[in-house]
């Protein structure tokens, strides 16, 4: 994977190749090509998916509750060290 810098200056190198060609390009064409730079460069990053973020972001939701559940236990226990540690309600 390319360092950030060295990545967008790739990307300029190739969009100042199609922006100053010795002929215009015509707009379909001039599309296909920037959208096929931008998918170069893109493919180059460490990106996920919305539905990966989305469904990543429910189990971090999910462990953060347990995390708090077992902190809470922890915190019981260590006030009355004496006592019985309640059973688990999973």
Do not use: C, I, Y
Not at 54 to 77: I, P, Y
């Amino acid at each position: 994977m390319l360092p950030p810098k060295a990545l967008l200056d790739a990307l300029s190198t190739h969009a100042s190749r199609l922006f100053n060609g010795d002929s215009p390009l015509p707009r379909a064409e001039f599309e296909a090509q920037f959208k096929a730079l931008l998918q170069s460069g893109f493919s180059k990053l460490d990106l996920v998916s919305r539905e990966e973020f989305d469904s990543q972001m429910v189990v971090l939701a999910r462990t953060r509750a347990r995390l708090e559940a077992l902190e809470a236990k922890v915190a019981a226990l260590e006030a009355n060290p004496g006592a019985t540690p309640p059973t688990p309600a999973e």
